[in-house]
């Protein structure tokens, strides 16, 4: 009986522990309503690790990878002011994106 007594409040910990901290998929997901400025219908990363995000006002997102993630979180407030991106590809020497607003853009990797 000690044993449990003492397993229950350890128990507790972890899964307190466990609930507080967010993981990298919850990060991405964060980033990915940042990046719609909306609600977000779909977020999935394939098994060959592309992303693919479909925003509630039907901007659509397919990514190489989640690192591009962050790159577009900086686009977006550099360049969109925050607003959202309407639009985003990828290439391998440009960033193409077009904000909410309408800018469309296409900068240097």
């Not at 466990?18 to 309503?33: H, I, K, M, P, V």
């Not at 060959?48 to 790159?71: Q, Y």
């Not at 969109?80 to 469309?104: A, D, P, V």
């Amino acid at each position: 009986m000690k044993l449990l007594k003492i397993g229950l409040p350890i128990l507790a910990a972890t899964v307190i522990a466990g609930c507080a901290q967010n993981t990298q998929q919850d990060n991405y997901l964060e980033a990915s309503f940042e990046l719609c400025n909306t609600e977000v219908n779909l977020y999935s990363v394939s098994d060959d690790g592309r992303v693919r995000i479909v925003c509630k006002d039907g901007a659509k997102f397919a990514l190489n990878s989640e690192k591009t993630l962050d790159i577009m979180r900086d686009i977006n407030i550099d360049y969109c002011n925050g607003e959202g991106l309407g639009q985003f590809s990828e290439s391998r020497k440009y960033y193409s994106f077009r904000c909410k607003s309408g800018t469309l853009l296409n900068i240097n990797k």
